[in-house]
């Protein structure tokens, strides 16, 4: 075996080629697959880590096309609340809907408003008969936050529909009689489903909404390896998610392999694998049975592995290489990490990525989690790396850190012992998701434009790349001016 292999290319050292095409902009197509059966309108996935992605952050993704992969760096019961939070926020039909009963004090119904972001919930007493609602009308001007909810709910007979109901006869039924909830109840009157008005509303505002079968938004988790990790997948998949990331830093490993055989062999959910950055590590997972590929060693901004640990490989190769193993066997491959602009993103589609995973690029958005920061009148959000000494802290959730293992390092007691593989720090603030996201979608499909692809299967195929020097990367970028306003999708390095 030779001891060094061919040189290795990143995002910087290369320009997609120009080629003629016969589309505009507008008419490309970004719909790809995450996985073996999720598919996205946009080729956007939020980042497992606990300053990009929790509950908020996967709605406002799946709302615009994309996915989030919630973090787990939280106790197994609170991931998959976030879970849950994901599924119940926009619905075709509630399926499991959030309840009180006749006992509970306005107070209880206040908290589970205030958790599920919902403005009233169905009561029902011990038989599941729905009995009434109670929503925020009902207890606006109500004082004392002890009254049982049976003294000011809205008591039978409401209206109601069967189970079954199709969707312009709900809409219908909603419109017609001015109510924003439409409980679905069997012969006997037990409730088995709600549908509400708002999730009609949402389905027009985001039309492009990632959804699985039954009209809810779809989300990933991420997981370790282990008996921890089953716990957590089995919690994970009775919360609803539509997809396990098995995440550890070093995936071109047997305990990776054997987590997602074993997942594939007791779970009807989709499962991807990584990180891992070469051909090798790609076919090993291909063969576990993955349903996608994770690509990235050490290219995050926040991450030190190449440094701390020496090893690594320049994205846009370890993307390439990987793909080799995988388009075969008709296995997506997502990168993630080391991407700054959007043309960063048509790149890495460009070399055989389906998706791409952010993290600094949402870390600064409005739905990430942690408070805005105001330093010398500009706003950040805190971002920083899953094996940084901040993640094992993670004096957020009281101390307890659920994500060293990622870094093979879960038995290490003391921080001082805690050899960390990655930094904190701060982001700009972008804004909303929608406004970043519109801003990297479009110069994806600028760069389509360029290249000619109708589709992100075109890419694959037609565009070509150029490697470029020091000075072509240098004239790459605005030279020879002070900039005075920054642009949306521009920013200094």
Not at 255 to 280: H, P, Q, W, Y
Not at 421 to 434: F, S, T
Not at 437 to 449: C, D, I, N, S, Y
């Amino acid at each position: 075996m030779a001891k060094f292999t061919a040189q290795g290319y990143t995002f910087d050292d290369v320009l997609l080629v120009p080629a003629y095409s016969d589309l505009q902009p507008g008419e490309a197509d970004t719909t790809t697959r995450l996985s073996r059966n999720v598919t996205l309108r946009i080729p956007l996935v939020s980042a497992a880590m606990d300053t990009v992605t929790e509950a908020r952050m996967a709605v406002a993704m799946a709302r615009q096309g994309g996915i989030g992969i919630l973090h787990r760096n939280l106790s197994i019961e609170d991931q998959a609340t976030q879970a849950d939070l994901v599924k119940r926020s926009e619905a075709g039909m509630v399926t499991n809907p959030v309840t009180c009963t006749p006992d509970d004090t306005l107070a209880d119904v206040e908290r589970l408003c205030a958790t599920y972001r919902i403005s009233g919930v169905p009561v029902t007493d011990a038989d599941g008969v729905l009995v009434g609602i109670v929503t925020n009308r009902d207890m606006r001007f109500e004082a004392d936050q002890n009254r049982p909810v049976r003294e000011v709910m809205t008591r039978m007979p409401l209206v109601t529909a069967p189970v079954g109901v199709s969707r312009d006869e709900a809409f219908r039924l909603l419109r017609k009689n001015k109510v924003e909830k439409l409980p679905l109840v069997d012969e006997a009157g037990r409730l088995q489903g709600l549908m509400t008005v708002k999730d009609f509303t949402k389905s027009e505002q985001y039309p492009l909404a990632t959804k699985d079968a039954n009209g809810r938004l779809v989300v990933g988790a991420a997981i370790g390896v282990g008996d921890e990790a089953e716990l957590r997948a089995k919690a994970l998949v009775e919360a609803g998610v539509d997809v396990i990331i098995v995440d550890v830093a070093h995936g071109h490993s047997k305990g990776l392999a054997d987590m997602i055989a074993k997942m594939k062999a007791n779970s009807t959910v989709d499962v991807i694998g990584g990180n891992i950055s070469t051909r090798a590590g790609a076919q090993m997972l291909v063969d576990a049975g993955a349903d996608a590929v994770k690509v990235g060693v050490g290219p995050g901004s926040i991450c030190t592995t190449r440094v701390v640990a020496g090893v690594g490989a320049p994205q846009l190769t370890a993307i390439y290489e990987a793909s080799l193993a995988c388009a075969p066997a008709n296995v997506p491959v997502i990168g993630d990490g080391g991407l700054q602009y959007s043309g960063d993103i048509a790149k890495a589609l460009a070399v055989g990525a389906d998706t791409v995973m952010l993290g600094s690029l949402l870390a600064g958005c409005e739905e990430s989690p942690g408070e805005l920061i105001f330093i010398n009148g500009k706003q950040f959000k805190s971002y920083r790396g899953m094996g940084s000494l901040g993640a094992v802290r993670n004096r957020e959730r009281g101390g307890a850190s659920f994500s060293k293992d990622r870094y093979a390092q879960a038995d290490v007691t003391g921080e001082d012992k805690y050899i960390p593989e990655g930094i904190e720090g701060q982001v700009p603030y972008r804004g909303p998701v929608a406004a970043v996201a519109h801003q990297l979608v479009g110069g994806l499909r600028q760069g389509m434009w360029y290249t000619g692809s109708r589709t992100i299967a075109e890419m694959h195929e037609k565009a070509q790349l150029m490697p470029i020097t020091s000075a072509g990367l240098k004239e790459s970028h605005p030279h020879d001016i002070q900039m005075t306003v920054e642009a949306p999708n521009y920013h200094r390095r």
